[in-house]
């Protein structure tokens, strides 16, 4: 019996290390940086983090174009989580507390829980954000799930709507 679990111990070890090399493994430095670290794939758009000489950058690669990615008047940025072209990640503020950010491609948008001391925006997935903030009482987990479009535009359509029924019922005094 102790023949055959030993045997059995070194079939899966043989195995287990064959699987682990049969994979291919590929090397990515963003050109010029002294460290290059990736955080999240999608579509074939590979997105992270690398330092060099004037500090910490965001990066997108998408095979052949590398985009860097520092958010406006930020002294760092670390883009964490891609999906489609909304890019999520966390700059420090001006106290040194993290905040997160949400990159369209175009716009910047700060995210931050409402009063808190500090954001750390973690991922995406479709339109929800996801990371941790941090309060007086400790560190706790979030989810943030970003209106759509069509949402924002119906409640500014439904306020435009309010605004000229109050003005029709309101008495004109001359």
Not at 72 to 90: E, F, H, Q, Y
Not at 140 to 163: C, D, K, M, S
């Amino acid at each position: 019996m102790r023949k055959k679990y030993l045997i059995l111990v070194l079939v899966v070890l043989l195995f287990s290390t064959a699987y682990a090399e049969a994979g291919t493994w590929t090397t990515l430095d963003v050109p010029g940086a002294s460290n290059t670290g990736v955080y999240d794939i999608d579509s074939g758009n590979i997105l992270g983090t690398y330092d060099d000489y004037d500090g910490v950058h965001g990066f997108l690669y998408d095979g052949t174009t590398w985009t860097t990615l520092d958010m406006p008047g930020a002294s760092a940025t670390w883009a964490l989580g891609i999906d489609g072209s909304n890019i999520v990640g966390v700059y420090p503020g001006t106290s040194g507390f993290s905040h997160g950010f949400l990159y369209d491609g175009t716009t910047w948008t700060t995210i931050d829980m409402p009063g808190v001391i500090e954001t750390a925006i973690r991922g995406i997935e479709g339109n929800d954000i996801f990371g941790q903030y941090r309060d007086s009482f400790g560190t706790h987990g979030f989810i943030y799930t970003i209106p759509e479009p069509a949402t924002l535009l119906l409640l500014g359509l439904g306020g435009i709507f309010l605004r000229k029924r109050h003005r029709i019922k309101t008495p004109r005094f001359e």
